[in-house]
């Protein structure tokens, strides 16, 4: 008897007895939750290649590096640059353009839009998938819960049929219930996490360029007027 009531209460016995709501709950929690770990680690990889990316350009640049032989091997498609490299040859394409301008207010000005709508896409490129890693930490809760709900639904509707209810008739029906509840924190969990980190570490980043699109800009000035 014990037998029989440990195989009928084991996870998979528990997952495949489930309705069909609970099941398609389930279904759809474990595809949610292999794709946030998809993405997460996606973008743990995306996010390290772009910081040390911009370490190695800002080291490079910062130790006197020529801007004219800066800007031609940023401009070469063998060569894969990263963000902050990207927008420096978008900034520093737009003042050689228009450099001879007598207006040097006008020039930086140009100069300036140019770097920020290459920032901008970056900073887009950078955020993808976020936005889903939050959606999933938020919402995924409210499924599970929703399948909890049914199966315990289920479970006290089934007691209308028996004549005497005992924990037996009731467990089965709670058990599976909760599944759904457990891998709605297990989607859930995971995804605010990454969410939380790789928004921090993105607004460090979108600082750090902000910060050197200044920097830049001071350089190009001081360039120009001399």
């Not at 450099?99 to 955020?127: H, I, K, P, W, Y």
């Not at 599970?144 to 089965?172: D, E, K, Y």
Request: with cysteine; charged share 15%.
């Amino acid at each position: 008897m014990n037998a029989t009531i440990t195989q009928d209460m084991s996870l998979l016995h528990l997952i495949s007895s489930a309705s069909l709501p609970v099941q398609f709950v389930m279904l759809l929690l474990l595809v949610t939750s292999l794709l946030s770990w998809w993405f997460i680690f996606r973008k743990m990889f995306a996010i390290k290649h772009a910081v040390r990316q911009c370490n190695e350009f800002e080291d490079y640049f910062w130790r006197g590096a020529d801007l004219n032989a800066l800007y031609q091997r940023a401009g070469n498609a063998h060569y894969p640059g990263g963000s902050m490299e990207r927008i420096f040859e978008a900034g520093f394409r737009e003042f050689t353009k228009h450099q001879s301008n007598a207006d040097l207010s006008v020039v930086m000005d140009g100069t300036r839009r140019a770097m920020r709508a290459t920032f901008q896409r970056e900073m887009d490129r950078l955020e993808s998938h976020l936005s889903f890693l939050a959606t999933v930490g938020s919402v995924s809760p409210y499924i599970g819960l929703f399948g909890t709900v049914w199966g315990i639904m289920n479970s006290f509707r089934g007691l209308s049929n028996v004549t005497q209810a005992t924990i037996a008739h009731v467990a089965p029906g709670i058990a599976e219930a909760l599944i759904a509840t457990a891998m709605g924190l297990f989607a859930a969990i995971p995804a605010v996490i990454a969410y939380n980190r790789y928004a921090s570490d993105t607004d460090q980043l979108a600082t750090r360029y902000e910060s050197f699109m200044e920097e830049l800009s001071n350089v190009l000035q001081r360039r120009a007027s001399e």
